[in-house]
Every structure is written in structure tokens, then in C-alpha cells.
């Protein structure tokens, strides 16, 4: 089946620094999404990026479907990014696979 | 802001009871889907729809069914609950014609003594 890796699996960074996230893909992908997900549990849908380069806020997402894979850019983190970041491909018949997640701890 | 509910939020189930957790949205997506996450595995994909009357099998079906009544409910069925079905599980919808965009529900925690 479809399988998407990401990296690092966890990641500790001071407030202001910026944050480099990973994800590989196995299989075509359509586009990658990234989501955030809360201590506690609920999912965000944060980007949705079927190639190139995209960015809301201080997120920066980056596809490149031929090369099966992507990368989220945060800059300048805050404590509330706090969190688990998921990659998600989309592949045939609008599947989404997830990665396992990047947990992000961001501290004063 | 698109609507995802969940019901229940928590359940305490017995080895070879039946299961029925609920999914409804308000978005008009046609596009459901029910997850279940573990740790060490992420988010598995079990059974999802394209609509109404529509059931597809995701990634890990075995030991679940689901049902997609109207465009606006889809539910997961554990006909015999076994504890290796403990997990959270959650619902999402979406809709094709904007990207695929999912709205998640905030999950139900199941715990199969």
C-alpha cells in the first residue's frame, strides 16, 4: 500500500527559530497535505499542496510529486506551535495516507 | 467554519459486543472517511465514501463495517469488538472539488475490555 515517511520524528526548537519538516512518499501522490494536530487530539487541515511551492502565514509548504516528496517550512516558532504535524499524500480515488507525524515541541 | 461531530466521545465496549460509533457533518461534502490512530502507526484508513449508499474499504477493514445512510452520516460498525480494536478513532469529511480539504471530528477514544 501507500506509504509516507517523515522526518524527523521529533523535533525541539527556542522561540524564533524555524522548523524543517520532511515527507516521503512511496507511490504517486496528487498533492500532500499537512495538518496539525492538537495535544489532546483534533486535526487541522493547515496546507494543501498538489506541487510547488505554497505558503499561508509562516508556513511554507513545498511538493514535488516527481520526486515523491514534500517539506512544511515554519518560521519563526512560537510555543503555540506546539504540536504533532502530520504529512498526508493523496493518491488514487482521493485516498489520504498519513505519515506517523513530527512532533514539534517549541520552548521560551 | 466546516462541522465534523462525533458520537461518542468515549466508549467502554466488552469482547464481542457490537460497536456503532457516528460521524455527521454539516458541510455538504460527499466524501467520509473513518480513521483509527495508534501509537507507533499514525492514522489507518478503514472504510471510507464518495456518498450516500457508497462504502469503500480503506487500508485495514478487517473486523469493521461502515454505512453512509445520507450524504450527511457515515458510521463505523464493530460487529464484535475485540481489545485489539481499542484505539481513537476518527471521522473526516471532504470534498474533491476544493482540494480535498478534510475536516476532522475531534475523535472517540473506544476501549475494548
Known amino acids: 500500500g501507500q506509504q509516507v515517511q517523515q522526518s524527523p520524528a521529533s523535533l525541539v526548537l527556542q522561540e524564533g527559530e524555524n522548523a524543517e519538516l520532511q515527507c516521503n512518499f512511496s507511490s504517486t501522490a496528487t498533492r500532500l497535505q499537512w495538518f496539525y494536530q492538537r495535544p489532546g487530539g483534533s486535526l487541522v487541515s493547515l496546507l494543501s499542496?498538489?506541487?510547488g511551492t505554497k505558503h499561508t502565514g509562516r508556513l511554507t509548504s513545498t511538493t514535488v510529486t516527481k520526486e515523491r516528496r514534500g517539506s512544511l517550512h515554519i518560521s519563526s516558532s512560537q510555543i503555540t506551535d506546539s504540536g504533532t504535524y502530520l504529512c498526508a499524500m493523496v493518491g488514487t480515488g482521493s485516498k489520504l495516507s498519513f505519515g506517523k507525524g513530527a512532533k514539534l515541541t517549541v520552548s521560551p | 467554519e466546516a462541522a465534523v461531530t462525533q458520537s461518542p466521545r468515549n466508549k467502554v465496549a466488552v469482547t464481542g459486543g457490537k460497536v456503532t460509533l457516528s460521524c455527521n457533518q454539516t458541510?455538504?461534502?460527499?466524501?467520509m472517511y473513518w480513521y483509527r490512530q495508534d501509537t507507533g502507526h499514525g492514522l489507518r484508513l478503514i472504510h471510507y465514501s464518495y456518498g450516500a449508499g457508497s462504502t469503500e474499504k480503506g487500508d485495514i477493514p478487517d473486523g469493521y463495517k461502515a454505512s453512509r445512510p445520507s450524504q450527511e452520516n457515515f458510521s463505523l460498525i464493530l460487529e464484535l469488538a475485540t481489545p485489539s480494536q481499542t484505539s481513537v478513532y476518527f471521522c473526516?469529511?471532504?470534498?474533491?472539488?476544493?482540494?480535498?480539504?478534510?475536516?476532522f471530528g475531534h475523535g472517540t477514544k473506544l476501549s475494548v475490555l
Open positions: 499542496n498538489p506541487s
Open positions: 473526516a469529511s471532504g470534498d474533491q472539488g476544493r482540494g480535498e480539504r478534510l475536516f
Open positions: 458541510n455538504n461534502h460527499n466524501n
